[in-house]
């Protein structure tokens, strides 16, 4: 059973970088895209961009071009997501999620994270 | 980006109630459209993909239809644990956006 667990909860000031990391397990990690998908606090949810575990290509939505960054090390089967420049009303839960068709960048998350916290506050 | 726009935002219902959630895309989505269910401090969960297809694993009381701009979920007899929140997402054209959220609660 596919299985994602992210890193914990983090508290930054405004103006410094987060890297949250999402590891997989108990499927092939290279074979699956990964999405990030952001939640502020009591709002709805805002698609962030997805990472190809097997090339590392990436695209983001335009919104987050130029400040975020999502790596991947395939030898731990653990994809990264890195947002720069953090403002306050970045606070929020960000998710890593798996595409549910293997090789296909376009579809919907059948497995999700269990969500990391991030705090911007000076 | 293409605007998706679920209605209604608020839905009051009791168990045992059908229901249903509409979600329209500002332009034609073909049938590239899931549903998800959001319960308070859990992580979203895949219903239904492909405008109609039924998750792995999930009710047979949930069900997707719709096509091009204009799509439903309907959820009948509805059990304690389906009061929560609905998304629907596009994923025809990037970035894969959701519709803001159907709260549904008793």
């Known amino acids: 059973q596919a299985l994602l667990v992210q890193s914990g909860a983090e508290v930054r000031k405004p103006g410094a970088s987060v890297k949250v990391s999402c590891k997989s397990s108990?499927?092939?990690?290279?074979?699956?895209?990964i999405f990030w998908v952001r939640q502020a606090p009591g709002q709805g949810l805002e698609w962030m961009g997805w990472?190809?575990?097997?090339?590392?290509?990436?695209n983001y939505a335009q919104k987050f071009q130029g400040w975020v960054t999502m790596t991947r090390d395939t030898s731990i089967s653990t994809v990264y997501m890195e947002l720069n420049r953090l403002k306050s009303d970045d606070t929020a839960l960000y998710y890593c999620?798996?595409?549910?068709?293997?090789?296909?960048?376009?579809?919907?998350?059948?497995?999700w994270g269990q969500g990391t916290l991030v705090t911007v506050s000076s | 980006d293409i605007q998706m726009t679920q209605s209604p935002s608020t839905l009051s219902a009791s168990v045992g109630d059908t229901v249903s959630i509409t979600c329209r895309a500002s332009?034609?989505?073909?049938?590239?459209l899931a549903w998800y269910q959001q319960t308070p401090g859990k992580a979203p969960k895949l219903l239904i993909y492909?405008?109609?297809t039924l998750e792995s694993g999930v009710p047979s009381r949930f069900s997707g239809s719709g096509s091009g701009t204009e799509f439903t979920l309907t959820l009948s007899s509805l059990q304690p644990d389906d009061f929560a929140t609905y998304y629907c997402?596009?994923?025809?054209?990037?970035?894969?956006?959701f519709g803001q959220g159907t709260k549904l609660e008793i």
């Open positions: 997402q596009q994923y025809v054209s990037f970035p894969y956006t």
């Open positions: 332009q034609t989505i073909l049938t590239w």
């Open positions: 492909k405008a109609s």
């Open positions: 990472i190809n575990p097997l090339s590392g290509g990436t």
């Open positions: 999620a798996r595409g549910n068709t293997p090789f296909d960048s376009s579809g919907s998350a059948d497995t």
């Open positions: 108990g499927y092939n990690f290279i074979n699956y895209y």
